[in-house]
């Protein structure tokens, strides 16, 4: 499987929804991995929503794929409102959303993290220090 197809697939369908923002698409050539598309595509299309909701109207996204040693790595970066610190340790946490009533279930980054490690990866997300969030994906190539 080609993950570049994969996170294509998400931004394609996103596509009206990421008409706001300036996005920024870098790809290396990356080897192909044995990977589950359609759960992958759903952490994509999470995180990438995410960050258009954090990101309100405008703003800038970068999403980057390239290979980091024996790792696929995958970074989803965004110009948003970022994370309060007390919440990051949290993010992952089946039901903790800080979305207002009806607009988030706070599951949506405990599901992503699952699937992550379904597939021997890791997700983790940090603040920059001007604003917003890295959401850093690395999958495994066997």
Known sequence: MDIDQVLDSAIAQLK??????????LQENLPEVKLNAAKLEQVFLNVINNSIEAMENSGELLIKTSQ???????????????IAQKNLAKV????????????????GLSICHGIIEQH???????????????????????
């Open 68 to 82: 980091v040693k024996d790792k696929i790595q995958i970074l989803i970066s965004d110009h948003g409102t970022g």
């Open 120 to 142: 021997g990866g890791t997700i983790t997300l940090k603040n920059h220090k001007w604003g917003g969030v890295d959401t850093t994906i690395n999958l495994p190539i066997p």
């Open 16 to 25: 009206n929804k990421l008409s706001r923002f300036k996005v920024v698409r």
């Open 92 to 107: 992952f946490d089946p039901f903790f959303t800080t979305k207002e009533t009806k607009k988030g279930t706070g599951l």
